[in-house]
């Protein structure tokens, strides 16, 4: 580069990127030459050494591949070409079912995830749950069929913060919380303690008596 | 707006075409108005300063020499040169005797609309002759394209996982179901209970004192319930007779001797 | 620009250039900003107003139309591209005037359309203004009929190469002239004042300042 910073670009370089611009693949020198009226080679040469020169600090960059010319975004701008855009969604009720299934019985094929669920899972529930990363094929199964079976991920355990699958709590845990009561029942526990049923507090110790049993099977 | 020196008869797209395609030349304009504007440019004048006589005359010598004109496209030019032969006729006429339209105003009006589509047609003359792409600039030919790829970050908690897991369970557990065995007396071992009770003395006997001594508040209303019909079959079979000294008051029973009527 | 000619471009413009040479479409300040990752506009701008700068005596332009910017070839040196690429195709003259009708007038119906051009528009030109992309529906007006009325496209500028449509050529000229005013209004004027004298320089101040409002519209 000369002390008083770029000249003038030429005419011949002006054609010459202009002509790789608009083209509509790489052209080589030759090609180039013909298409801008029989010119000189070493004048072409000349013409593309001075435009590689003067792209070489741009956002865009003049680039021979194979003898053959044409512009290219600047390798370390890339990343402008293909933008992602992140969306948070929250995982939704069916997905979260199949999702805790095959952490606790892990690995699992999908017949033995649905007899567990006792309802069909959609081919798009588990893919929700593979592109989140928690889940991954885990081989098949050497039954009849050889159905694939699933397992969690490291990243499963990372997301929900848990060493190991043993973390997970157990059935009696669940059974202790409250987790494994069928919701209608939850419900009327709630409803036992509501002020209609307030009445007559001996027959709600008898009703009492009754529910503890329950439990305990 | 200099156009070439042309017969003026034709338009410019048919100027070599013969007499015998003159129905043809009428398919060059754009209806009367085009043709009439054409004209008026010949005069070589602004159209400011247009001689509308002399453009009704040369619109006028422009149809009639057209005769053999298809009909279907020629009636717009037919209507046009209706109305400039009146519209030249009142201009002939003394101011005096003018009535309502003045035709200086018709005169007018139509040197407006032709300044107007004269205005446009220039317009879009110098509007293609503007760089445009695709023809004097060009976009680039192999651009590398933008794109936003959409990517789903899913969402979840401990919490949420281990309650469906729960809810999973419960729901498809083998449900139990428990009858719970109600505190009744039934009508039968109430019977039963009364007359062996009755069999032990013949004094009256309030009938509360048949109810079991300890049993729950539940059983003892049952109880109560299920005597009190045991007492009324037995004097109905004739075994026991009743007696009360008021509402609500104690309820006694006796038992009759055999044979006894009540 | 500093003595020692060109500097090194910044990083912000080298990522607007890379992002312009990349798009397949023109791209407006906004959507270059969202783009890039949310930088503020002012920033963008001055990247932009750097680049056409650097680009201006180039073989490649950098042009703004109708708020939105892309790069095309330098128009001085459309004789090297034209032959080998297709031509544009030919608008038939009714097209053509129609569309510089719409442009000129916009937004208009076709009614005004055809009262300006003194005949009848076929339904195929309109289309073919709408499939070139350069002409759209702009909702309807709002008189006993409601006719669809037309307007121009960002397509149309880029088209034609028109920052937007002030640059329109002489529709300054025309609206002093009160050309684009409908010949109703004009009649009035001119009858307002001397019929005879259509130089009459009151009735152009008129018809200015009706024009003023249409374009406040």
């Known amino acids: ?217 | 707006m200099n156009a070439p020196d042309e017969p003026f008869m034709f338009p410019p797209e048919t100027a070599r075409a013969d007499a015998d395609a003159l129905h043809l030349a009428l398919d060059g304009w754009e209806g009367p108005l085009d043709l009439l504007l054409d004209l008026a440019r010949r005069q070589k004048v602004d159209l400011r300063q247009i001689s509308i006589l002399a453009l009704v005359d040369q619109y006028l010598t422009y149809i009639e020499r057209a005769g053999t004109m298809r009909l279907e496209l020629a009636a717009d030019y037919l209507v046009m040169a209706a109305w400039l032969a009146y519209l030249k006729s009142a201009m002939l006429l003394p101011k005096a005797e003018q009535e309502d339209p003045n035709p200086e105003e018709l005169a007018l009006r139509l040197q407006l609309r032709l300044q107007r589509l004269g205005a446009m047609r220039e317009a879009a003359g110098r509007l293609m002759g503007r760089d445009r792409i695709g023809r004097d600039v060009f976009l680039r030919g192999a651009p590398e394209g933008l794109r936003t790829d959409r990517k789903t970050v899913w969402r979840s908690d401990l919490f949420s996982v281990i309650q469906a897991y729960g809810q999973v369970k419960a729901r498809t557990a083998p449900r139990i179901y428990h009858v719970a065995n109600r505190p009744v007396m039934t009508l039968d071992s109430a019977l039963e209970r009364v007359s062996a009770m009755l069999g032990v003395t013949l004094e009256w006997m309030e009938i509360r004192d048949f109810l079991p001594p300890h049993a729950s508040p539940a059983l003892k209303r049952s109880a109560l319930a299920s005597s009190f019909v045991a007492a009324l079959e037995l004097a109905k079979r004739g075994r026991a007779e009743l007696d009360q000294d008021g509402a609500f008051a104690p309820l006694r029973i006796r038992r009759l001797k055999e044979g006894q009527a009540a």
Chains 1, 3 share one sequence.
């Open chain 1, 1 to 217: 580069m000369s002390d008083e910073g770029q000249p003038e670009p030429g005419t011949l370089e002006r054609a010459v990127e202009a002509t790789l611009f608009a083209a509509e693949e790489p052209l080589g020198v030759e090609a180039l030459c013909a298409h801008l009226g029989g010119l000189a080679l070493a004048d072409v040469r000349e013409a593309l050494a001075l435009l590689e020169a003067r792209y070489r600090n741009r956002g865009v960059h003049l680039v021979e591949r194979g003898g053959r010319w044409h512009f290219e975004t600047a390798p370390d701008l890339a990343h402008l070409l293909r933008r992602e855009k992140e969306q948070v969604r929250r995982l939704s009720r069916a997905a979260t079912e199949v999702l805790a299934i095959i952490a606790y019985h892990e690995p699992v094929s999908r017949a033995e995830i649905e007899s567990i669920r006792g309802v069909q899972t959609s081919a798009g529930t588990l893919d929700v749950l593979m592109e989140a990363g928690w889940v991954k094929p885990a081989g098949r199964r050497e039954v009849p069929g050889r159905p694939v079976i699933y397992a969690t991920t490291p990243t499963f355990l990372d997301h929900f913060g848990l060493a190991s699958r043993r973390d997970l709590p157990g059935i009696d845990e669940l059974r202790a919380a409250g987790l494994l009561d069928p919701v209608d029942e939850a419900m009327e526990a709630h409803m036992r303690f509501e002020p209609d049923d307030e009445s007559d507090p001996q027959s709600d110790g008898q009703d009492d008596g009754q529910d503890d049993e329950n439990l305990a099977d």
